[in-house]
């Protein structure tokens, strides 16, 4: 298959392209803002499918608005319709305008006129279009200052610059780029358009939330780094706001350091914690070296030797029944302590022992729930 995107430069034809170039059945073809218009109907000859992403949303001239939104987008159109009715190849059309196209300003007028012009496409030629008229797209690769709010409050926060919040309680509907690229990608392999009653195509989930929360969930990504609590970044607008903000690293900030401890015994290092999923740490141990000796009444660990020897005592707190066990680096097995039971583990080997540690729950200095008692 092969594709033509216009604005393959900018935010979304940039993640796009990535996409593609994952699938070894699509050749790109690039259209750029440097590119002749001309070249439209040579490009289109042997073309299975066009992305429009190309448009002009912040020119120093408003009157680049109509020649970059509407003027390519009728090119574009007599292009496609001379090729359908010459060959009778109609090359569906991906367009995505802007939830501006329904206000009275210079570009949501210039985005309506692009519509029109692809769905005329549409009826008088029967060749597919899918309009899109996306709200705010954010994502990695998107610039700041120009495309999006998000990608300012990231790109800034990152560099210590400040941020303008002029109404904290402002909502703002956000979707995701890689949201945006999968049902670009369900339409060109054939599915269902589904558009609405106005023949709008449609990308899901969108997110609504207010500018102030977007600010403070862009902060704590930031704080986590010295604070270690992580913000719940494994689902939805949390998970992809995340990723777009780590996409802002410089190079020089992809890695950071945590606390580490160290003592007679070995070292301590906390790497990670969570508002209700624990904590992540790893420790040493010298040979010889025996590390615990306490009880919890809740509190639950998860601890996986990953070099060395270790041995594990347990002692129930009531019965005073007892439990040893073995393990190792050599073998990727996970040792549970139980409430209940106090429990120590004890280097056995020759080697310093290092082990990765989780906790059911944050460690709280006001009420540790860990309580000495020697096996």
């Known amino acids: 298959m092969k594709v033509l995107i216009t604005g393959a430069d900018g ?11 994952e699938r070894k059945d699509v050749q790109v073809l690039r259209f750029t803002r440097g590119d002749d218009v001309a070249h439209l109907p040579e490009l289109l000859q042997d073309v ?13 001239d408003p009157a680049e608005f109509v020649s970059g939104n509407v003027g390519l987008t009728h090119e574009l159109c007599q292009a496609v319709a001379a090729l359908a009715v010459a060959t009778g190849k ?7 305008s802007s939830t501006q196209a329904n206000r009275d300003n210079a570009y949501g007028t210039s985005k ?56 904290p309680a402002a909502t703002v509907t956000l979707i995701y780029v890689d949201d945006v690229i999968e049902r670009f990608l369900q339409l060109m392999d054939g599915a269902d358009p589904a558009v609405d009653a106005a023949g709008f195509a449609s990308v899901a989930p969108q997110y609504t939330t ?13 704080d986590s780094r010295t604070t270690l609590m992580t913000e719940r970044v494994g689902t939805g607008l949390v998970r992809a706001l995340y990723s777009t903000y780590v996409s802002y690293l410089l190079p020089e900030l992809f890695a ?30 010298h040979p010889g070296i025996t590390r615990g000796g306490h009880y919890h009444h809740s509190k ?6 990953i070099k060395g020897q270790a041995r594990f005592k347990f002692k129930h707190m009531q019965t005073g029944q007892t439990h040893e066990l073995l393990t190792s680096g050599d073998k990727a097995e996970v040792v549970e302590t139980v409430p209940g039971w106090t429990h120590d583990i004890t280097n056995v080997g020759a080697d310093e022992m290092v082990v990765m540690l989780w906790a059911n729950e944050v460690f709280d200095r006001e009420k540790p729930d860990t309580f000495a008692c020697a096996l």
Request: proline share 7%.
């Open 11 to 21: 935010f979304i034809g940039k993640n796009l392209q990535l996409h593609l170039a």
């Open 48 to 60: 299975d499918f066009v992305f429009h992403l190309a448009g002009i949303n912040r020119p120093q």
């Open 90 to 96: 109609k090359v569906p059309v991906v367009y995505t």
């Open 112 to 167: 309506l006129a692009a519509e029109n012009a692809l769905f005329a496409l549409q009826r008088e030629y029967g060749v597919p279009v899918h309009v899109f008229r996306l709200p705010n797209v954010f994502g990695k690769w998107c610039k700041p200052n120009y495309n999006s709010a998000v990608a300012t409050f990231c790109n800034n926060t990152v560099r210590g610059l400040p941020i303008q919040v002029n109404d």
């Open 210 to 222: 207010t500018v102030g929360e977007l600010a403070r969930l862009v902060q704590s990504f930031k």
């Open 256 to 285: 950071y350091t945590v606390p580490q401890y160290a003592d007679p015994r070995g070292v301590f290092a906390e790497m990670l914690k969570t508002p209700d999923c624990g904590q992540f740490s790893y420790f040493t141990a």
């Open 300 to 305: 639950t660990e998860k601890f996986l030797v």
